[in-house]
């Protein structure tokens, strides 16, 4: 049996730190505020002349030389992303001019939040089903282009990024076990950026209403998510024959303290089981999983033979999951 497997990683974050002191200078609120009702202490900004593309390009030449893959061997190259470059093309076209990966297949999957496991789970099937040997799956974002500055509501929970994965064709017990992915667009409106489409395109009158920043109904993606990503998870580990108990290391989207802290009990797996680090990078959208997966990895918190389990939520709604076994 074929199977896609992770055999390299990368990360990038932007220089400037915001953090929720700054945070008190811009808005009616405070740390104490932030802190208790999110998780989050300071988040990661892009600075001028950065873009999404800037930062997918370092994750992913960081990913390529763990792997110690050459970019012109890449067959595909898939990109997460809510904050292209541009409209079009890809920002997938993009990287790949970037990293000289000219033989690769190139295209971006919009999924919010969810899109680093839309991508995975696309790139895997590609590779099982022997289309391609080797991929290279990002997340990138650059959402501070996209938030409204003076809604304390949503720009405090958002911060930029990047995390990349190569995944090779192999044959053994190791890598990506199963995929699963869903989507209700019945809910479309909870989260979703109203300008800027063909719907509501760029105009000054819509600039005049700021339907070009991202609009969320925060408490009912907080109750969804929590719901979504347990089931979720516990498809994946199902699909293997696994239960929690397996599961050396849980890295769900880092979208909120409380909301990984209630999948986390839900699913009963341990907090020391669980990889944080949105306190210090906040919600990073399709980015947060393969920059979580990436400084997991690093520091020593995944060895072979792990049980890893990956879950996000986002707009769309779209969920999903991935078991790996490392």
């Known amino acids: 049996m074929i199977r896609a497997k992770i055999t390299g990683t990368g990360s990038c974050l932007p220089e400037k730190v915001l953090t929720n002191f700054d945070m008190e200078r811009m808005l009616d609120t405070s740390d104490e505020w932030i802190v208790a009702r999110t998780g989050i202490h300071e988040r990661r900004i892009a600075g001028e002349g950065e873009y999404t593309s800037t930062f997918a390009t370092a994750a992913a030449h960081k990913a390529l030389e763990a792997a110690g893959v050459d ?5 595909l190259i898939v990109i997460g992303t809510v904050t292209p470059d541009f409209p079009f093309p890809a920002t997938a076209c993009i990287v790949q001019q970037n990293l000289g990966a000219s033989k690769a297949t190139c295209f971006d999957l919009n999924a919010a939040c969810s ?19 080797k991929a290279l799956v990002i997340g990138a974002e650059v959402l501070s282009r996209i938030v409204d500055w003076s809604d ?16 090779e064709a192999t044959r053994g017990e190791s890598g990506i076990l199963s995929t699963h992915l869903h989507t209700d ?17 760029a105009s000054q009158k819509n600039l005049d209403e700021r339907l070009i920043y991202l609009s969320m109904h925060g408490n ?7 719901r979504a990503m347990g089931e979720v998870s ?77 879950a996000a939520f986002g707009g769309g709604l779209t969920w999903g999951s991935a078991a790996l076994r490392w």
């Not at 899109?115 to 040997?133: D, M, Q, V």
């Not at 009912?220 to 929590?226: D, G, Y």
């Not at 944080?276 to 990895?297: C, F, K, M, Q, W």
């Open 71 to 75: 970019a012109a061997d890449l067959d």
């Open 115 to 133: 899109g680093f496991l839309y991508a995975l789970a696309t790139a895997e099937k590609f590779i099982a089903g022997g289309t391609a040997k």
């Open 152 to 167: 304390r509501n949503t720009c405090l929970l958002f911060g930029d990024g990047a995390g990349a994965a190569v995944l």
């Open 185 to 201: 667009g019945n809910h479309w409106e909870t989260l979703y950026q109203k300008g800027c489409g063909s719907r509501n395109p």
């Open 220 to 226: 009912e993606v907080f109750k969804l998510a929590v």
């Open 234 to 310: 516990l498809e994946a580990l199902a699909a293997s024959g696994l239960s929690p108990d397996d599961v050396s290391l849980f890295i769900p989207h880092q979208a909120n303290l409380r909301i990984v802290e209630a999948v986390g009990k839900r699913l009963g797996i341990d907090a020391d089981r669980v990889f944080v680090n949105l306190h210090r990078y906040g919600n990073t959208s399709a980015a947060s999983i393969p920059i979580a997966l990436d400084e997991a990895r690093r520091a020593g918190r995944i060895k072979e033979g792990d049980l890893v389990l990956l």
